[in-house]
């Protein structure tokens, strides 16, 4: 009876046996498929001493008439997946490679898969752990400035943002990059900052980037912008104290080292000559005589002027028929008419005058008042209390509290508004 026990569990057991081989049945064999070779090479593709990559190569054979596979290489490290793939379609037999570059230092875990055209797995090889050096370039930023770390306002100033991550787009790992401390709103595909429009200030501009893979990088720059000053220049008069008709020109003159091309030039001429154009030169040989108040006002970009003065003289031209009647008289020499009633009107005239100031001599000291506000005890000009100031030509000018001027005249011994 023991000996029937002992045949029935035998006979069981090979049963069992052969179940259990069904199951595991391999499906990359029953799809005709068979790995005739496989082979990991360890490369150096960037040539700096340190294996960096790993390339697979396979070779298959097929029973059927046509195949197609797909063949992933598998690469872990950590905590992160990436996956390399390539196609095979062929019969008969067919060989493959497939290049796994590291994007970072350290260990990684490959693997490879070899599934069908349905997506089904048929076969998986562990092929090991590999210590590898980055082959691609690793995230970095550099923030590049193109100027003086101090600048004046409207200087030329570029940023450039020199950026490269070869291992995020590599495997659609992307990251996204930030830009702090600037005065406008920076896009990525901005790769050149344009900073000499903007304002004065102490500028720390901070850019980072992370893609998927968990990879940093930052830099930053510091960057100073003050006020540029206000335009200095003077205006240089050609024609002054000349008569009308000759050459006669006003010249504004930066000061060197200092460009006005751009700036706003406005001129006010007192009296009114009309209109004047955002020059740098005014042409005044046919301004009429008199006397000419000149103002300039040169605004830069940023908004600051600067205001300077002169004053013009302009004297009658001897050929004019009109006569200004302001204006200063000019002897014409030789050439100027006489008439005998001139001759005698001047003869009567000072025999008047010469009576008049032999009384007033004879007067008290008190009827000297009457000259008391023409000149000072010094013999000057007495002002009456008002600033006074002389110009560059010689005329003497002072100025009320309403911001009137006169301006004294030396032949009439008397102040005249201007």
Not at 93 to 112: I, K, V
Not at 392 to 407: A, C, P, Q, S, V
């Amino acid at each position: 009876m023991r000996e029937w026990f002992l045949i029935a569990l035998m006979v069981s057991l090979s049963f069992a046996g052969n179940v259990s081989a069904e199951e595991e049945s391999d499906p990359f064999d029953e799809a005709g498929l068979s790995l005739v070779a496989l082979r990991n090479d360890s490369l150096d593709s960037n040539q700096d001493g340190m294996m960096d990559a790993i390339r697979v190569v396979v070779v298959i054979n097929s029973t059927n008439q046509w195949v197609d596979l797909t063949l992933t290489l598998i690469g872990d490290h950590s905590g992160f997946t990436v996956y390399e793939e390539a196609l095979m379609a062929f019969e008969n037999q067919e060989n493959a490679s497939l290049t796994y570059d590291s994007w970072a230092a350290g260990e990684h875990h490959l693997g490879l898969e070899i599934s069908d055209s349905d997506g089904r797995l048929l076969k998986y090889v562990d092929l090991g752990i590999f210590d590898l050096s980055p082959a691609l370039a690793t995230p970095s930023i550099d923030l590049i400035l193109s100027g003086s770390e101090i600048m004046q306002t409207g200087d030329d100033c570029e940023i450039t943002r020199d950026f490269i991550d070869e291992t995020g787009p590599r495997w659609n790992f992307e990251g996204t990059r930030s830009i702090i401390g600037t005065p406008f709103t920076v896009l990525d595909t901005d790769q050149v900052l344009d900073c000499s429009n903007w304002p004065a200030g102490n500028y720390i501009i901070t850019e980072t980037y992370q893609n998927g893979l968990g990879q940093t990088t930052s830099d930053t720059l510091e960057l100073v912008i003050v006020n540029k000053p206000p335009p200095t220049f003077s205006i240089e008069i050609n024609g002054n104290d000349a008569q009308i008709g000759t050459p006669c020109t006003i010249t504004h003159v930066a000061t060197t080292g200092e460009d006005h091309t751009e700036y706003l030039k406005e001129w006010r001429i007192t009296p009114s000559i009309g209109m004047s154009a955002n020059t740098s030169i005014l042409d005044c040989s046919k301004w009429e005589s008199g006397v000419y108040k000149i103002l300039l006002t040169v605004t830069n970009d940023e908004e600051i002027s600067t205001t300077n003065g002169a004053m013009l003289i302009r004297m009658p031209s001897t050929d004019s028929s009109v006569q200004d009647e302001d204006a200063p008289a000019q002897s014409k020499g030789s050439e100027t008419e006489t008439s005998s009633v001139g001759i005698w009107g001047i003869v009567v005239l000072s025999l008047v005058l010469g009576i008049a100031v032999f009384v007033l001599m004879m007067r008290s000291p008190q009827d000297d008042e009457l000259f008391g506000g023409l000149l000072d005890e010094m013999g000057e000009p007495d002002a009456e209390g008002l600033p006074t100031h002389t110009d560059e030509n010689g005329m003497l000018w002072r100025k009320h509290e309403n911001g009137e001027l006169d301006w004294w005249d030396r032949a009439s011994m008397m102040w005249k508004r201007w």
